[in-house]
């Protein structure tokens, strides 16, 4: 029963902004730890970013930070900010939940799973 749900991808300019909304539901995800990943055509899903609620802290790959910017509302949504856009984002963004809660970058520890949104950004 436990359910991720993307929202919010679409078509933009290189340089302009996007927000996703992850929406969970079926369980508590409070103290899960909740993650991006995305995946560009014939590339591997790859680390976007993380937060954990053991830290209380957000981790993200290098080539995003300072970009964007992950926050949690009320344990049950996630949102992933994105700004300066560049056209080498543009990927398919999963959002996912580790019940372990500690955040790792590697997609094999999360357990559950949204259906993803495509994000397109144009040059």
């Known amino acids: 029963q436990a359910q991720l749900e993307e929202s919010g991808g679409g078509l933009v300019q290189a340089g302009g902004s996007l927000r996703l909304s992850c929406l969970a539901s079926?369980?508590?995800?409070?103290?899960?730890?909740m993650g991006w990943f995305r995946q560009a055509p014939g590339k591997e899903r790859e680390f976007v970013g993380a937060h954990s609620p053991i830290s209380n802290k957000t981790f993200y790959r290098d080539s995003v930070k300072g970009r964007f910017t992950i926050s949690r509302e009320a344990g049950d949504t996630v949102l992933l900010q994105m700004s300066s856009l560049k056209p080498e984002d543009t990927a398919v963004y999963y959002c996912?939940?580790?019940?372990?809660?500690?955040?790792?970058?590697?997609?094999?520890?999360?357990?559950?799973w949204g259906r993803g949104t495509q994000v397109t950004v144009s040059s």
């Open positions: 996912a939940a580790d019940v372990q809660g500690y955040g790792v970058g590697f997609p094999t520890e999360y357990e559950f």
């Open positions: 079926g369980r508590d995800f409070t103290r899960y730890a």
